[in-house]
């Protein structure tokens, strides 16, 4: 099965975002549902556990990695039903994560930024992301989770053509 990529790279005040985007014919509320309920994250993601809430720290369990890992998160921002910022922070570094939703005509746009440390290695975080956000999209409407080596290495060189 080939899967295009989609992640866009962006350069902003010396700082490398790379930049995803889905839609889904739903109310943003239900959308951001399946990013914020941890019975709902654990289909695509996996759960958290916690206390939820600006400023506050939970942990995030990556449930579809080798050995089913939990990291330490901390929200940097929530604003129902349309922004939330998280830093993570695992055996492979901090990772800056954010999603911002808009609904237009019953359409939910999803736009997931990674802002990237210096030394994140785009090819390989790229093809992750893409398979998350279509692993989101499955568990939206009930199909079959992707299989990520539809995604890696296959995408490996898209994102390593990005330009930089």
Sequence with gaps: MTIRPTGRLDRTDGKRDLILTRSYRAPIEDVWASITESDRT???MGAWAGEAGPGRNIKLQMAYEEGAPWCDAHIE???????????????YGTWHLEAVLTETGGTTELVFTHHLEPEANLSE?????????DALGAARTGADRPDFEDYYPSMK???????D
């Design 157 to 163: 060189q898209y994102y390593e053509n990005l330009p």
């Design 125 to 133: 975080v790229g093809p992750g992301w893409e398979y998350y956000l």
């Design 42 to 44: 654990a289909r695509w």
């Design 77 to 91: 921002v929530c604003e129902p039903p349309r922004r939330l910022a998280i830093t993570t922070t695992d055996d």
